[in-house]
């Protein structure tokens, strides 16, 4: 926990965040990519994704690379438009990655490992496909904000 905690404060999140695993779109269920297999298209989703929830929520957003299946999170805060509250922790260990699972105020990626873990630890969790309805909805704000009442672990 120490270690993640550390890594968080170096890469300057001071407040409350989602945890953001940029992962394929092939498949979703809700997102109508023109060529749904485009890379390109993906990462700018996901860039998308996180320059909304900066701007519609008080949330801070920490990209990670996914296990499996995964877009390089590098690309895809180097296509955001806000860099502000938006970081890119790299090479986390396990541990570290639990850690920072466990302390977010949700998790958004379509890797199967990473939601399965993050319900285990009580934390909020949404699939690419949820977050694109509340974009529809213009509710993206209402599919996170409910995380932050949460109470965080302990060990936290």
């Known amino acids: 926990m120490a270690g993640a905690l550390r890594r968080l404060h170096q890469s300057g999140i001071r407040r409350s965040f989602i945890l953001v695993a940029p992962t394929r779109l092939a498949r979703q269920p809700l997102i109508d990519l023109p060529a749904a297999e485009d890379?390109?298209?993906?990462?700018?989703?996901?860039?998308?994704l996180c320059d909304l929830v900066r701007t519609q929520t008080p949330l801070s957003v920490v990209l990670v690379n996914a296990a499996h299946r995964g877009l390089d999170a590098q690309l895809v805060r180097e296509h955001a438009r806000l860099r502000k509250r938006l970081s890119l922790l790299e090479d986390?260990?396990?541990p570290e990655r639990t850690a920072l699972v466990e302390i977010s105020r949700g998790v958004c990626t379509g890797d199967r490992g990473l939601l399965t873990e993050a319900r285990v630890l009580e934390t909020p969790s949404h699939e690419p496909r949820e977050a694109q309805a509340?974009?529809?909805?213009e509710s993206l704000d209402d599919l996170f904000m409910g995380a932050t009442a949460r109470v965080l672990p302990a060990t936290a």
């Open 39 to 48: 890379a390109a298209r993906q990462v700018q989703w996901w860039s998308r």
């Open 134 to 137: 509340a974009i529809l909805e």
């Open 92 to 94: 986390l260990t396990r």
